[in-house]
C-alpha cells in the first residue's frame, strides 16, 4: 500500500464544474508535488511545494489552482477545465532540499472531463 | 537542459529470463538516478535508485548499475516472475536543482509470459 493517499480515486466532472483533488502523506516529508499523467507516457510535473510554499510552477494553465494548506495536505483546485485535462494526476512527496531524495507517489486520481 | 532516453518501449521476455532496460542522460551534473515501475491502475512506485558515487547497486533480483563517464545507467531483473510486468520508468536529477524535479525517461513496457 501506498503511504501517499489520493482522494477520490475516480472523477468525472464537466468543464464548468469546480473540483478538488486532495493528496494526504503521514511520512513527515516537506516537499510535495503534483504531476498529470497521460496514458504510456512519464508523469509530467505541475507544481513543487516546499516547506507549505509554492517553488515551482511548471507553467500550468490557471485553471489548476494548487494550495498546501499544512505539511500533511496538498490539493488541486479544478475549475473550467478543457477535455484534454483528462489524465490520471498523481501526488507525490519527499524530504526536501536534498536533490538525492527519492519521491513517493500516490496512486493518482483519474479524471475524465466531458 | 536534462534529458533522458530510454530504451526499449516495449520488452517481452519468458519467465526465469532477465529483462535489462537502458537510460542515457545529458547533463553530468545530475546525481541522482531512481527507477520506478508502475502496475495499471496505480501509481509509480519506487523500486531502486543509485547516487552519482555509487557504480551499482543490488536489492533482491533487482541490480541498478551507473555509469557516469557515459552518462548511462541501466535497470537489470534477474529470473523475471509474470508479477514484474509493468511500465518501467528511469528518471534523473540535478545536483543543484532544489526543487526537486525529476526528468523521466519515457517509460519501458515489461511483459513476462508463463
Known amino acids: 500500500d501506498t503511504e501517499v493517499t489520493q482522494t477520490p480515486k475516480h472523477l468525472v466532472m464537466g468543464m464548468t464544474n469546480k473540483k478538488s483533488l486532495k493528496c494526504e502523506q503521514h511520512m513527515g516529508h516537506r516537499a510535495m508535488y503534483w504531476y498529470k499523467q497521460k496514458a504510456k507516457k512519464p508523469p509530467e510535473l505541475m507544481f513543487v511545494y516546499s516547506y507549505e510554499k509554492l517553488s515551482i510552477n511548471e507553467s500550468v494553465p490557471s485553471r489548476f489552482s494548487p494550495e498546501c494548506p499544512n505539511s500533511s495536505l496538498l490539493n488541486l483546485h479544478l475549475h473550467a477545465l478543457q477535455p484534454e485535462d483528462s489524465a490520471l494526476y498523481l501526488c507525490?512527496?519527499?524530504?526536501?532540499?536534498?536533490?538525492?531524495?527519492?519521491?513517493?507517489f500516490g496512486d493518482g486520481t483519474r479524471l475524465s472531463i466531458l | 537542459g536534462e534529458n533522458v532516453e530510454q530504451h526499449p518501449s516495449t520488452l517481452s521476455v519468458q519467465e526465469g529470463d532477465s529483462a535489462v532496460i537502458k537510460c542515457t542522460y545529458s547533463?553530468?551534473?545530475?546525481?541522482?538516478f531512481p527507477w520506478y515501475k508502475q502496475e495499471l491502475g496505480k501509481g509509480p512506485q519506487l523500486i531502486i535508485d543509485i547516487r552519482s558515487n555509487v557504480g551499482e547497486k543490488k536489492d533482491q533480483r533487482i541490480a541498478v548499475t551507473l555509469n557516469k563517464t557515459a552518462k548511462h545507467f541501466s535497470l537489470h531483473i534477474t529470473e523475471t516472475q509474470p508479477e514484474d510486468s509493468a511500465v518501467y520508468f528511469c528518471a534523473a536529477r540535478h545536483t543543484y536543482n532544489q526543487g526537486g524535479k525529476l526528468i523521466f525517461g519515457q517509460g519501458t513496457e515489461l511483459s513476462v509470459k508463463p
Open positions: 507525490a512527496s519527499s524530504r526536501p532540499g536534498q536533490a538525492d531524495q527519492p519521491q513517493h
Open positions: 547533463d553530468s551534473a545530475s546525481n541522482y
